[in-house]
Nanobody, 120 residues
Framework: QVQLVESGGGLVQAGGSLRLSCAASGLILSINVMGWYRQAPGKQRELVATATSGGSTNYGDPVKGRFTISRENANMVYLQMNSLKPEDAAVYYC???????????????WGQGTQVTVSS
């Protein structure tokens, strides 16, 4: 099994910045895509950003130009969030997809989530 552990959430004022981290652990051979999703109360979970092992990135429209995703090693992903707005407040979830494991598994994993609160 693969575990994802997020960190870096918290309370920030509008216009401020936060950096989220996610570390994947387990008997991992490779991870194709790592990314971030978020879910605000009463709303569906939505894409924030993804990054492939090949270096391609993809962003949800609401965060383009303000958030940056990076994979600084194979099993970690970061999300730099700048110019935060109250509407960015949500629980942010890390996801690893296309995971090749030493022992076959589901290949798609989610973290427990980290809360981001933005005060106006």
């Amino acid at each position: 099994q693969v575990q994802l552990v997020e960190s870096g959430g918290g309370l920030v004022q509008a216009g401020g910045s936060l950096r989220l981290s996610c570390a994947a652990s387990g008997l991992i051979l490779s991870i194709n895509v790592m990314g971030w999703y978020r879910q605000a109360p009463g709303k569906q979970r939505e894409l924030v950003a993804t990054a492939t092992s090949g270096g391609s990135t993809n962003y949800g429209d609401p965060v383009k130009g303000r958030f940056t995703i990076s994979r600084e090693n194979a099993n970690m992903v970061y999300l730099q969030m700048n110019s935060l707005k109250p509407e960015d407040a949500a629980v942010y979830y890390c996801r690893a997809a296309g995971v090749r494991e030493l022992r076959p598994g589901p290949g798609d994993y989610w973290g427990q989530g980290t809360q981001v609160t933005v005060s106006s």
